[in-house]
C-alpha cells in the first residue's frame, strides 16, 4: 500500500502562468477527491471524481480551474492563468467506497505559491 | 456550513489523556461522526468514526453523548507525535459527497 501520492509537492510559479498538479490514488480506490487549502484553515471541497466521471465541483472551482481523470486511474488538477489568491495547499485524496461510513486517504498535497 | 463546533485550541501535557470535545447540535439520525487529524505539513489522516455507540481503535477512543449532539475524542497517553490539528466532520446524505472542515482544534502536546 503506496498510498496517495501527489505531484510535485511544491510550485513557484508567476502570476498568469499556467500549473498542473498530479495525483495518483490507491489502487483500485474509484472515487478521488480534491481539496484546497489556506492557511489557518480546514481543507475545501473542490471537486470530485466517481472513476473517470467528474460528478461535483464546488462553486470555488472557477473556470480557470479543470480537473480530469482519464481512465479512471490518476488525475490532473490545471490551473489556468494563476493569481496570488490561488497560493495554497492542494490536497487529493481516494475513498474506496460509495456509501458511508466513507474514510477518505489524503495526500501529502502540493503547495503552490504565486509570486 | 460545518455544523461542528470545536475549540480553536487546546494543550496537553506529554503521557496525559486527552479529551477533544465537539458540538454537533443539528446533527440528523444518519450523520456518522467523523474524526481525521492533521500533522504539519502533512495531509489529513483518519482517526475513528462512529454512528451511535462508543468507538475504539488503535489511535483513539470516540465517546457520543446519548443524543449525539455532542461527541468527545479521547486519545489515551498524549504523545509529541500527536500535535496536530483535529478536526470533527459531520457526513451523511443531506451533506453531499464531500467532507466538510471547519478550522478544527489545534492540539499541543508539552513535553
Known amino acids: 500500500d503506496t498510498g496517495v501520492s501527489q505531484n510535485p509537492r511544491h510550485k513557484i510559479t508567476k502570476r498568469g502562468q499556467n500549473v498542473t498538479f498530479r495525483c495518483d490514488p490507491i489502487s483500485e480506490h474509484n472515487r478521488l477527491y480534491w481539496y484546497r487549502q489556506t492557511l489557518g484553515q480546514g481543507p475545501e471541497f473542490l471537486t470530485y471524481f466517481q472513476n473517470e466521471a467528474q460528478l461535483e465541483k464546488s462553486r470555488l472551482l472557477s473556470d480557470r480551474f479543470s480537473a480530469e481523470r482519464p481512465k479512471g486511474s490518476f488525475s490532473t488538477l490545471e490551473i489556468q492563468r494563476t493569481e496570488q489568491g490561488d497560493s495554497a495547499m492542494y490536497l487529493c485524496?481516494?475513498?474506496?467506497?460509495?456509501?458511508?461510513?466513507?474514510?477518505?486517504?489524503f495526500g501529502p498535497g502540493t503547495r503552490l505559491l504565486v509570486l | 456550513d460545518a455544523k461542528t463546533t470545536q475549540p480553536n485550541s487546546m494543550e496537553s501535557n506529554e503521557e496525559e489523556p486527552v479529551h477533544l470535545p465537539c458540538n454537533h447540535s443539528?446533527?440528523?439520525?444518519?450523520?456518522?461522526i467523523h474524526w481525521y487529524r492533521q500533522l504539519p505539513s502533512q495531509g489529513p489522516e483518519y482517526v475513528i468514526h462512529g454512528l451511535t455507540s462508543n468507538v475504539n481503535n488503535r489511535m483513539a477512543s470516540l465517546a457520543i453523548a446519548e443524543d449525539r449532539k455532542s461527541s468527545t475524542l479521547i486519545l489515551h497517553r498524549a504523545t509529541l507525535r500527536d500535535a496536530a490539528v483535529y478536526y470533527c466532520?459531520?457526513?451523511?446524505?443531506?451533506?453531499?459527497?464531500?467532507?466538510?472542515f471547519g478550522p478544527g482544534t489545534r492540539l499541543s502536546v508539552l513535553p
Open positions: 443539528t446533527i440528523s439520525g444518519t450523520d456518522y
Open positions: 485524496a481516494s475513498s474506496p467506497r460509495r456509501f458511508e461510513p466513507e474514510t477518505q486517504y
Open positions: 466532520i459531520l457526513r451523511g446524505y443531506n451533506y453531499g459527497q464531500n467532507f466538510v
